[in-house]
């Protein structure tokens, strides 16, 4: 059974930072490029940062000097360093596992960014 369990999420003020686990089992997670997705109420989902199997990343635009991926291959985590966040980074946050034609998804995890 493929579990992506999400955590870390909250409410942090404007300017502030946060960081975002996922935790994955039951998939050969060194193979899976990995990603952070978010959703904002009447929005579609997005692609926040992604990174290969081989380390490679890849950043929305919107985001690209403020979040950081990285990877434990040893642990089957994905993290997402977020730094300087902003009220439009509120939205629920969904780590996913993707290879070939599989794709999984977590539960998501709120972030809220208000003063």
């Known amino acids: 059974q493929v579990q992506l369990v999400e955590s870390g999420g909250g409410l942090v003020q404007p300017g502030g930072s946060l960081r975002l686990s996922c935790a994955a089992s039951g998939i050969a997670f060194s193979l899976y490029a990995m990603g952070w997705y978010r959703q904002a109420p009447g929005k579609q989902r997005e692609l926040v940062a992604s990174?290969?199997?081989?380390?490679?990343?890849n950043y929305a635009e919107s985001v690209k000097g403020r979040f950081t991926i990285s990877r434990g291959n040893a642990r089957k985590a994905v993290y997402l360093q977020m730094n300087n966040v902003k009220p439009e980074d509120t939205a629920v946050y969904y780590c996913n596992a993707h290879l070939g034609t599989k794709d999984y998804w977590g539960q998501g995890t709120q972030v809220t960014v208000s003063s």
């Open positions: 990174i290969s199997s081989g380390g490679t990343t």
